[in-house]
């Protein structure tokens, strides 16, 4: 199972989500760190860990109305 990252631009959303199911990256607050880079750092860090985290059955397509 290697599931990949994917940038998604619809018109409700632009960012990245799971290319297998609904799931998108939603940041909880701004970006911290002492410097623009470490603020990247720490942005990419929480973006994979919670997509590493999120269960695709959980975020099934289908069960919203329609898809595209
Ligand atoms: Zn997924």
Do not use: Y
């Amino acid at each position: 199972m290697s599931r990949k990252l994917v940038w998604i631009e619809q018109k409700r959303f632009r960012g990245f989500g799971c290319p297998e199911c609904n799931w998108r990256f939603v940041p909880t607050g701004a970006p911290i760190g002492p410097s623009f880079d470490e603020m990247m750092h720490n942005f990419e860090l929480q973006r994979d860990k919670e997509f590493a985290l999120h269960v695709c059955a959980d975020h099934a397509r289908g069960k919203s109305a329609n898809s595209e």
